[in-house]
């Protein structure tokens, strides 16, 4: 097994099987930046508008931002389908308690010639999509002006990465031309 940062990576004959990690403390940091940046920016004088769209992850929201995370991780395993999917074993019960989970794991079975690079890229734009998933959410409640850039944000980083994982499976052979 090969660690790589954030990747794991186990080869097989037929499959690779890669774990994609993502430590809920770094999305919350990038999550909390853009927030920071957004309320810095806000065209208002009133200081409490800035204030709720700065508090993004602090005090009595922490539960708010843990149900966004949980959803955007259940979003992009499923975006992710041909390469995660699991078999139901039958008797699954599921309630809805909140959890929060220190790490997001993401285990994709990908073909032997999956490359390298595509999973590290494939890797960011993940975390892209948890830190632009919670914020869409966020400013879609504190500021609702800046709503449709983080959406088409998100529609963006989703489309990313449904295209990074169909455009390189295979690799990319050039036929050579006399002229």
Not at 12 to 34: I, N, P, Q
Not at 40 to 65: C, I, P, S, W, Y
Not at 149 to 170: G, H, I, V, Y
Request: charged content about 30%; hydrophobic content about 35%.
């Amino acid at each position: 097994m090969e660690t790589k940062g954030e990747c794991r990576i186990r080869r097989c004959m037929k499959s690779v099987k890669a774990t994609l990690v993502f430590r809920r403390e770094e999305l919350l940091y990038d999550v909390e930046s853009y927030s920071y940046v957004e309320g810095d920016v806000m065209k208002t004088d009133d200081d409490h508008a800035r204030h709720q769209v700065f508090d993004v992850a602090q005090g009595g929201n922490e539960n708010l931002v843990t149900r966004m995370l949980n959803l955007a991780h259940a979003e992009c395993v499923e975006v992710l389908y041909p390469f995660t999917k699991k078999e139901c074993s039958g008797g699954e019960v599921f309630d809805n308690s909140l959890v929060e989970h220190e790490e997001y794991t993401i285990e994709l079975t990908l073909p032997p010639e999956f490359s390298h690079t595509t999973l590290l890229l494939l890797k960011e734009l993940i975390h892209k999509y948890f830190v632009v998933r919670v914020l869409a959410e966020w400013m879609g409640m504190t500021n609702p002006g800046s709503t449709a850039n983080w959406q088409a944000r998100l529609e963006e980083t989703k489309e990313k990465m449904k295209n990074t994982l169909t455009w390189r499976t295979k690799r990319l052979r050039i036929r050579q031309h006399p002229f």
